[in-house]
């Protein structure tokens, strides 16, 4: 029989939001942008004029923002103007208003030879800077974090192999499986990169166990009126023991790889910006000048 004592045991810890900042930001933002592609924008916006006009404008001014956070990264007399964290947190979202605001802006069109180096450099940036987001999150500890170390999270994937007392008392085949599912996740799937591999591998092995664990409850459930009482928060509980479980082994499996490709980005961001600057420039001036 499983007592009320291992249930309680298994089932602590605290729930995670569902919904998020960062959910709605992206939601709003796929909104927008999808919009943008579908719907008739030379209708109401022209480039030349009006709001279309300004969005460029608007778009283009925070592009030129985005050497903010660099700047101040670099030079501590510019400690007035924030810390670098505010900025980097400025610096994501410029880098994605800006870009949003000028693709209404030119209609999500190509026209003259100026401006379409300048969009391709923009779009370029942009693709960049989000592929930069990505690494710099894997490597760090948190989006705003210091940065991490393999031997970090090793130490973390670890200690989660030791909280797993009271779920194996409930559910004694997860323990083996996990073991099983974390090794397949470090192994390298043929030729694959591992920040590739592992992260596919992470989201299959992840959707086989927690089926896994929804089926065992339910069955269990109806065999112990301890258990079916505390049903829901067992399997929301057990759930993200087997997500923190899984996305450790994913850490410690992509780790190696995402520090050499996010040393790799900060050599091609920095003149990719560059680009985007000088051809930002010169569409301004032939679009005023001729």
């Not at 974090?145 to 393999?150: K, L």
């Not at 030791?162 to 030729?191: F, V, Y």
């Not at 459930?221 to 997500?243: F, I, M, N, P």
Request: aromatic share 12%; with cysteine.
């Amino acid at each position: 029989m499983i007592s009320q004592a291992e249930v309680t045991s298994a089932t602590d810890g605290q729930d995670s939001p569902w919904i998020s900042w960062t959910h709605v930001w992206f939601f709003s933002v796929t909104v927008v942008l999808v919009a943008g592609w579908f719907l008739p924008l030379d209708r109401y916006l022209s480039p030349r004029q009006g709001a279309g006009y300004w969005l460029g404008i608007l778009g283009g001014s925070m592009m030129l923002l985005l050497l903010i956070y660099p700047l101040r990264k670099r030079f501590s007399f510019l400690s007035l103007l924030g810390s670098p964290r505010a900025w980097f947190q400025f610096h994501m979202a410029l880098g994605v208003l800006g870009p949003l605001m000028i693709l209404y802006h030119c209609l999500y069109r190509f026209g003259a030879t100026n401006s379409n180096v300048a969009l391709v450099c923009m779009l370029l940036v942009s693709g960049s800077g989000v592929m930069g987001r990505y690494l710099y999150a894997r490597i760090h500890h948190g989006l705003y974090g210091s940065r991490a170390s393999f031997e970090e999270f090793r130490i973390e994937s670890n200690r989660l192999r030791q909280e797993a007392a009271g779920i194996s008392r409930i559910l004694p085949e997860l323990s083996a499986m996990l073991d099983a599912s974390e090794h397949r996740i470090g192994s390298r799937l043929l030729i694959v990169p591992k920040v590739i591999s592992a992260s596919v591998l992470y989201r299959v092995e992840r959707a086989r166990i927690r089926s896994y664990v929804s089926k065992s409850l339910t069955k269990a459930s109806a065999a112990s009126g301890v258990l079916e009482k505390h049903e829901r928060d067992l399997r929301a509980s057990v759930q993200r023991y087997v997500t923190r479980r899984l996305s450790a082994a994913r850490r410690v499996a992509e780790f190696e790889t995402c520090a050499k490709l996010f040393g790799l980005w900060h050599v091609l961001h920095v003149p990719l910006f560059f680009m985007l600057l000088i051809a930002g420039i010169v569409h301004v001036l032939a679009v005023n000048i001729y």
